[in-house]
């Protein structure tokens, strides 16, 4: 059985599929298939944030780029990995004493695919009509997805349940692989039909790359800062009506953080960056700290501030600023020289000494230039 006829399997002829998945002969094949799609999924649900990654790394900024792709990997795909391992589990408890924990992993990768035909299907005919759906419409095709999954991983704790045992041999797997093998047209075009549905939104993203490069471009060191304007936070949280813009502050260093109250690492990079703002207080610079959740929690962004006990401008980002400096990872540093050009970026958080160094060094540089 080929990729594609596996895939097919699980959707045209599940009992089957499964069935064939769990035969010694499949060994880790369900679990490999799974992380293909898997890939795959991030390339189409991310296409420009994996272009604008590749293109970091090939700027020289591995690190920065490696962050950046695996920000992307996370954000498409998360929650099917914790899906799977759910599964997995569950599938090995109940196989009693048949469990194999990594048949039951293949049986409960194979229950995960319709999650992701579904999804990328989705986005494929939204992409393809200019359309966006509602809250509504994404938790009903959600529900469809991991009910479709759960119906699967019933099937599947089954299928473990009914393996045979180690000394009765293999004939019901065996049965069931020569069944999908007899029958490979439906389970074939059911596959194929499954992969054209990433390769046509693969496709409709690099039609829209191609057609304006621009906007994978990464911004890097020496490209001219994006110009913004962005409402500022207040003390209690209230967005506006006071604005700021990067022009405002010309003739000076400006370091800007993208943040998000989600956002572990940036707990500890926020206090890095208030130390910076301490230390050059009595000097032309200005620290900018880039809410990119928007109004709805800018509240909540200037309690958790206020609990760092920084002192810089708050500023909210709904999005389209960070766009402009293709943040792909959080926090995102960038470093504005004063004569308006990016004069460092840096992508991710490692260590809370390593980033204020970095940040002290290049501000120290451009203040005696």
Same mark, same amino acid.
């Given at each position: 059985?080929?990729?594609?006829?596996?895939?097919?399997?699980?959707?045209?002829?599940?009992?089957?599929?499964?069935?064939?998945? @769990?035969?010694?002969?499949? =060994?880790?094949? /369900?679990?490999?298939?799974l992380?293909?799609?898997?890939?795959?999924?991030?390339?189409?649900?991310?296409?420009?944030?994996?272009?604008?990654?590749?293109?970091?790394i090939?700027?020289?900024?591995? =690190?920065?780029? !490696?962050?950046?792709?695996?920000?992307?990997?996370?954000?498409?795909?998360s929650?099917e990995?914790?899906?799977?391992?759910?599964? /997995?589990?569950? &599938?090995?408890?109940?196989?009693?004493?048949?469990?194999?924990? =990594?048949?039951?992993?293949?049986?409960?990768?194979?229950?995960?695919?319709?999650?992701?035909?579904?999804?990328?299907?989705?986005?494929?005919?939204?992409?393809? &009509?200019?359309?966006?759906?509602?809250?509504?419409?994404?938790? !009903?095709?959600?529900?469809?997805?991991?009910?479709?999954?759960?119906?699967?991983?019933?099937?599947?704790?089954?299928?473990?349940?009914? *393996?045979?045992?180690p @000394?009765a =041999?293999?004939?019901?797997?065996?049965?069931?692989?020569?069944?999908?093998?007899?029958a490979?047209? *439906?389970?074939?075009?059911a596959?194929?039909?499954?992969?054209?549905?990433? %390769?046509?939104?693969?496709?409709?993203? /690099?039609?829209?790359? %191609? /057609? @304006? #490069?621009?906007?994978?471009?990464?911004? +890097?060191?020496?490209?001219?800062?994006?110009?913004?304007?962005?409402?500022?936070?207040?003390?209690?949280?209230?967005?506006?009506?006071?604005?700021?813009?990067?022009?405002?502050f010309?003739?000076?260093?400006v370091?800007?953080e993208?943040? %998000?109250?989600?956002?572990? #690492?940036? *707990?500890?990079?926020?206090?890095?960056?208030?130390?910076?703002r301490?230390?050059?207080?009595?000097?032309?610079?200005?620290?900018?700290?880039?809410?990119?959740?928007?109004?709805?929690? %800018?509240?909540?962004?200037q309690?958790?501030?206020?609990?760092?006990?920084?002192?810089? +401008?708050?500023?909210?980002?709904?999005?389209? +600023?960070?766009?402009?400096?293709?943040?792909?990872?959080? #926090?995102?540093l960038?470093?504005?020289?004063?004569?308006?050009?990016?004069?460092? +970026?840096?992508?991710?958080?490692r260590?809370?000494?390593?980033y204020? @160094?970095?940040?002290?060094d290049?501000?120290?540089?451009?203040?005696?230039?």
């Amino acid at each position: 059985m080929g990729f594609a006829t596996r895939v097919g399997a699980i959707i045209a002829a599940p009992t089957t599929g499964l069935a064939a998945c @769990d035969h010694p002969r499949h =060994g880790g094949k /369900g679990v490999g298939d799974l992380m293909v799609l898997l890939g795959l999924t991030v390339l189409a649900l991310r296409s420009q944030e994996v272009v604008t990654a590749v293109l970091i790394i090939a700027s020289g900024e591995v =690190g920065g780029g !490696v962050s950046s792709l695996l920000g992307a990997a996370s954000g498409a795909i998360s929650r099917e990995l914790a899906l799977l391992f759910g599964l /997995g589990v569950v &599938i090995w408890l109940a196989a009693g004493k048949r469990r194999a924990f =990594g048949r039951d992993l293949d049986l409960a990768a194979a229950a995960v695919i319709p999650v992701l035909v579904l999804e990328v299907g989705a986005s494929l005919v939204l992409e393809a &009509i200019g359309a966006r759906p509602s809250e509504t419409a994404s938790q !009903v095709l959600g529900g469809i997805g991991y009910g479709w999954a759960i119906g699967l991983g019933a099937l599947a704790v089954r299928q473990a349940r009914r *393996r045979p045992a180690p @000394d009765a =041999g293999e004939a019901t797997g065996d049965n069931a692989v020569e069944t999908a093998e007899r029958a490979p047209r *439906r389970c074939r075009v059911a596959g194929w039909g499954a992969l054209s549905l990433w %390769a046509g939104l693969i496709a409709l993203h /690099g039609a829209d790359i %191609a /057609g @304006d #490069p621009s906007q994978v471009t990464p911004v +890097v060191s020496g490209d001219p800062a994006p110009g913004f304007e962005l409402p500022v936070i207040g003390e209690d949280g209230e967005v506006g009506p006071g604005r700021a813009a990067l022009s405002d502050f010309e003739g000076q260093v400006v370091v800007i953080e993208f943040w %998000a109250t989600w956002c572990g #690492p940036c *707990r500890e990079s926020l206090p890095a960056l208030e130390r910076v703002r301490a230390a050059y207080e009595d000097q032309p610079v200005a620290v900018l700290a880039v809410n990119t959740e928007g109004p709805a929690q %800018a509240a909540s962004a200037q309690a958790m501030l206020s609990d760092l006990d920084f002192g810089g +401008v708050s500023l909210s980002d709904t999005g389209r +600023v960070a766009d402009l400096y293709r943040v792909t990872t959080i #926090p995102h540093l960038a470093v504005v020289s004063p004569e308006g050009d990016v004069a460092m +970026v840096h992508r991710g958080f490692r260590s809370a000494s390593r980033y204020e @160094d970095r940040i002290r060094d290049v501000v120290d540089d451009l203040l005696v230039r």
